[in-house]
């Protein structure tokens, strides 16, 4: 059993703590929660059987609501293993014994360096991968971080990366590298930790001196690194003992690999499978023993299990290293799936990639007509191999990484229409025919650094009139108001326009934005508020409406013409600046909010009646003010089935209401609904929540 979910108690109290009465007789209330409690234990014994972790509460969270919450209890990994792992055991015990050695610290160090080199494509990663699994399982160290350091990486990214390891939680906002060490050191002290460092080059990256922070934490702490070369981990500090060569597959044991990646799982006869072994078993010898050629070629096989197809593949010599085989299946894929891969070259390496958003430029830039078919060219390439699973968040959202070969070969088929630019000034200006960019400022860059880079955008990207993506990520110091201005008085044909930074300054975004007729993909994400021009409504062609996890987005004008925005489908941020008449939107997938206000068109509950396309979560609030039961029912939430979670909330201050329990009775959640959250509620359960068979075919049934 890979995953089990448990539902929480329901919590039903007043503010003053008493309980409320439901709307059902005592008797028979007591004997429908008698029977939700036998579920729940029932629940609670399978975890134990699983030696998965309980439902502790100890949040001190003493909000007053009802909250009926499927969550999941599988530990969160730092990176992602492929479905099985051939022949790395005795490499990953020599490692372990390495880790347990509390002899290797040195006397002024709390921590070690042990490293893992050898060549692009041998392995490195995913043994490392296999190592952090088993000692996050094992609980030897109190902390383990697992950081993939991209060539382009900065020390600050890196330590901010570190932090967001150690506590789980996102970095706060720092003025200067020494105020982050001083951050990093207090989560680290006296805690005996294991970093991994996946990817790390000589004389780019991060030295010995680099790991000053690291030394408050417990002895026995251990830093593992991956790199091409041995030369990398020696600068860290590691003794060349403890600098292990990746070992190469023996040959049944690689050829075992291979044929894991192009036949595990097919739907074959065992005749056909038998031949098909054969004809793999010589396929892998061309291979060189490179376990991502395994993976990528197998993955290609596997989707193709025509024995003619295998023996054209067998007698064919195009192998001779590990970026030819990449070649070779890169041309297999379908030209537009060719193209999206290509796409994702604009990224920094070690980027990870979240699928919802890649799908989504894949639309803005009209690669895909429908995010379904985004979804299955996203399939192919992770079924392929072409992307590969790094991490999921706290959400469900999934992050995907391109390997460092991968990265190349789409940086080389991609390079006529796009292009990267992270020297901050000093990057080289792109071709006047360049279609899609990146470009990203020198880390913990000056004052004059940032203007600088300011004035690269003004004097000079501002001049690609072919451009149809932006994305800029600005650093700390963000961007002023008059660079956006001369981004929309002259890039009229961007699909994407995205700028990140950490900057914390109030944001007016100038009226031109009004200019980019064709945009459908905005994303504009400060760590403060933003405020948006009334002339964000001509912005008819908009699709995804992005303002950032710390944003707040807000309008200085009269936001009457919002729902001119029909071809809107998703909005993301943690708070919505309300529009009246939203209920015209009826492509939306994604809101973060509704708020319903009392005797104010535009602004009632019914604005939901239409959204069923509605996806993830949805917070609404105010409902204070849904004035009668015909009103509740026409929000027809039954109905947006897409949606896993619900919040229904009453406002703090809102005072007793007689129709209270009538609204919410007409307020039943779709089927399917995994966290149901209701705040502030002062009345007796509805119907549907005590049913039992509401309880087995809704929120119920759908956590367990």
Known sequence: MSKIYFVDRVIVQNADGTKLTAGYSRCRLKDKLDKIEKLIEKAQDIIKLANLPGNNNESGDHRRYVGVTAKHTSKPTAAYLPRKVIGRDKDREEIISMLRDENQSSADRCFSVIGIHGIPGSGKTTLAQYVCEYEEEANHFDIVMWIHVSQNFGLDTILREMIEQATKQPCPQFKSLTALQKRLKQDLREKRFLLVLDDVEHNKDISEDDLSALEVGGAGSKILATSRTRDALLALGAVRSKCIPISKLDEHVFRELFLQYALDGAEICERDRIVLQMIGADIAKKLKGSPLAAR?????????????????????????????????????????????????????????????????????????????????????????????????????????????????????????????????????????????????????????????????????????????????????????????????????????????????????????????????????????????????????????????????????????????????????????????????????????????????????????????????????????????????????????????????????????????????????????????????????????????????????????
Request: proline share 3%; with cysteine.
């Open 296 to 704: 990528t070629v197998g993955g290609q096989l596997r989707i193709r299990q025509d024995v003619e197809f295998w023996r054209s593949v067998r007698d064919k010599d195009f192998f001779s290293d590990a970026m030819e085989a990449l070649r070779w299946s890169y041309q297999l894929l379908d030209e537009k799936v060719r193209r999206c891969f290509a796409y994702c070259s604009i990224f920094p390496r070690g980027h990870h990639l979240g699928r919802s958003k890649l799908i989504n430029l894949w639309a803005a830039e009209g690669f895909i007509s429908r995010e379904e078919v985004g979804g299955d060219y996203f399939h192919k390439l992770v079924a392929t191999s072409f992307l590969q699973l790094e991490r999921k968040d706290s959400s469900g959202e999934e992050y995907y990484l391109l390997h460092d070969l991968l990265q190349d070969l789409a940086e080389t088929v991609g390079r006529s229409d796009c292009c990267r630019i992270e020297g901050g000034c000093t990057g080289q200006v792109p071709r006047d025919d360049v279609r899609h960019l990146y470009i990203k400022a020198c880390n913990g860059a000056t004052v004059a650094g940032n203007k600088a880079f300011e004035k690269m955008i003004t004097e000079n990207i501002v001049k690609l009139k072919e451009l149809r993506t932006l994305i800029i990520d600005g650093g700390e110091t963000g961007i002023e108001a008059k660079v956006f201005d001369d981004i929309f008085d002259s890039l009229k044909s961007l699909r994407v326009l995205i700028v990140e930074t950490q900057s914390r300054r109030i944001l007016q975004i100038p009226e031109s934005i009004g200019y980019l007729k064709y945009l459908r993909y905005l994303s504009i994400e400060y760590r403060c508020r933003i405020f948006f021009p009334r002339t964000v409504t001509k912005l008819y062609h908009l699709r995804v409406l992005d303002f950032g996890e710390y944003g707040m987005l807000e309008r200085s004008c009269s936001p009457e013409n919002m729902s001119n925005l029909v071809n809107l489908q998703r909005v993301v941020g943690r708070s919505l600046g309300d529009f009246p008449n939203i209920g015209r939107l009826t492509l939306l997938r994604t809101l973060p909010t509704f708020r319903v206000k009392r005797d104010l068109l535009g602004y009632d509950i019914k604005q939901l009646k239409h959204l069923n396309k509605l996806q993830g979560k949805l917070v609404i609030s105010g409902l204070q003010h849904v004035r009668s039961e015909e009103e509740a029912v026409e929000a027809k939430l039954a109905e947006k089935e897409h949606l896993k979670q619900l919040t229904l909330a009453w406002d703090d201050d809102n005072t007793s209401s007689n129709h209270d329990p009538a609204v919410l009775e007409c307020l039943c959640p779709p089927m399917g609904l995994q966290v149901l959250e209701i705040i502030g509620y002062r009345g007796s359960y509805p119907g549907w929540m005590v049913d039992e068979a509401s309880w087995r075919n809704g929120v119920a049934s759908a956590g367990l």
